[in-house]
């Protein structure tokens, strides 16, 4: 069936020391195992060592973010063909602290979806509500737009490099993680709207991972239940102790 994917999102932490360090804890951890796939995604500046320190591992690298355009004058940013050219696998697009912070929605997360594919870059799509969003009953909206606006125009052959992350924003680095139920509940909707949106074929094969406070104590419930195929992990994957024991949770 699906395999569990389970990301580490380091957003803004590390040095290349300590970045470099963790690489080689998880490279041995891992070792060939092929029962779950297993990524990280680094801050831009440590990618290219990470890569390097990984090849041969089965171990994924991604980007925490791609730019919405190609080339030319974006001072700052970085482009799809750029990460494809030093060895990424993938993007993560839409985390919520972009578009919080940063003001990104969804047209823009739709746009850089684009850019990844075209670039042949898999793609980590992240959706969520806030607290707000969630105590308002809103969360099945919210998501829904997400995901519909998010994947606007994506063509059919396409569908499979693309993972979809449910990370309600109340959860992240807050301590609070959603329960197995709630957040099973959210990711069984995702899955039938996509169904909706594509194709059963193509919704049984889409993995959806859980993110928010994913942590060892809790990986395990999380990853059990049926509709949750993996976990984005931020805090928590920034340590070989933590991380690990979350990687072999899904197994
Ligand atoms: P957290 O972050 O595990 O620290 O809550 C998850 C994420 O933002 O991807």
Redesign the pocket.
Do not use: D, F, Q, W
């Given at each position: 069936m699906r395999k569990p994917y389970l990301?580490g999102?380091w957003?803004m932490n590390l040095e290349l020391k300590s970045a470099l360090g963790l690489a080689g804890a998880l490279r041995e951890h891992v070792g060939s195992r092929d029962d779950v796939d297993v990524a990280v995604a680094p801050p831009y500046v440590y990618l290219s060592e990470v890569i390097v320190a990984l090849e041969g591992s089965p171990i994924r690298v991604g980007a925490q973010d791609v730019c919405d355009r190609t080339q030319g004058a974006y001072t700052g940013e970085v482009s799809a063909v750029m990460l494809k050219d030093i060895g990424c696998d993938f993007s993560?697009i839409g985390?919520?602290?972009r578009r919080r912070l940063y003001g990104e929605g969804d047209e823009l997360c739709n746009t850089k979806v684009h850019r990844a594919l075209e670039a042949g870059l898999e793609i980590i799509l992240?959706v969520g509500e806030t607290l707000d969003e969630r105590e308002e009953g809103k969360t099945e909206t919210v998501v829904r737009r997400q995901l519909s606006e998010g994947m606007a125009g994506v063509p059919g052959d396409q569908l499979d490099k693309i993972t979809l992350?449910y990370?309600p924003v109340w959860?992240?680095?807050?301590?609070r993680?959603a329960t197995p139920e709630q957040a099973g509940e959210v990711h069984r909707y995702l899955r039938g709207m996509w169904a909706g949106l594509y194709n059963e074929q193509s919704a049984t094969r889409l993995r959806i991972q859980y993110?928010?406070?994913?942590?060892p104590s809790n990986a395990k419930e999380l990853l059990a239940i049926p509709d949750i195929d993996g976990?984005?992990?931020?805090?928590?994957?920034l340590t070989p102790e933590q991380f690990q024991p979350i990687i072999d949770s899904a197994s």
């Open positions: 990301a999102n957003k993560v985390h919520s602290e992240c992350a990370e959860a992240i680095g807050t301590g993680t993110g928010g406070s994913v942590k976990a984005l992990v931020g805090g928590a994957a």
